[in-house]
């Protein structure tokens, strides 16, 4: 008898924890979200990783064993990344708050329709004139048809 009672203590408490761990990882969420703006510059864009986490305000759907689409703008404002099958590149422009990757070329692998479909969006959005928004992790662009939330993750090395 002492041992279930130790037990349904134990479930209780693992239970507590688990629920505070869900309000941390809710409220660091919201407060990403809510970070303030940075003006939108080449060299606030340049030299960074981003990694796309929400498309049109939903978690991103990836087929397993593939990788989220990935933006990465470099020296001399290059573009490239991961589109959802293949890599791309092109050269970035920034005319104001719009942003587009100018001469987009990539690869040409076959992947499952769900990421050909994704590759679809992700290129369509980057290859045209979006608003783009830059917080100190996040950068958001808002295209025509849809809207693409990328989360910085720098290289480490």
């Known amino acids: 008898m002492n041992k279930s009672v130790f037990a349904s203590v134990m479930a209780l408490f693992l239970s507590a924890c688990t629920n505070t761990q869900s309000v941390n990882v809710s409220e660091n969420a919201?407060?990403?979200s809510q970070q303030a703006t940075m003006d939108v510059t080449k060299t606030n864009l340049q030299h960074h990783h981003w990694i796309l986490?929400?498309?049109n305000g939903e978690p991103v759907?990836?087929?397993e064993g593939f990788l989220p689409p990935t933006l990465e703008i470099g020296e001399e404002f290059t573009a490239n990344g991961h589109s959802g099958c293949n890599r791309y590149f092109g050269q970035a422009e920034l005319e104001g708050d719009q942003f587009r990757v100018q001469g987009m070329g990539s690869t040409m692998m076959a992947c499952p329709e769900p990421s050909m479909e994704l590759?679809?969006?992700v290129t369509d959005v980057l290859s045209g004139w979006s608003?783009?928004?830059l917080t100190e992790n996040a950068i958001m662009l808002n295209g025509n048809a849809n809207n693409l939330e990328f989360k910085l993750q720098d290289w480490v090395y």
């Open 119 to 121: 590759e679809q969006l």
């Open 61 to 63: 759907k990836v087929v």
């Open 53 to 55: 986490t929400k498309v």
């Open 131 to 133: 608003k783009v928004t």
């Open 30 to 32: 919201a407060q990403e």
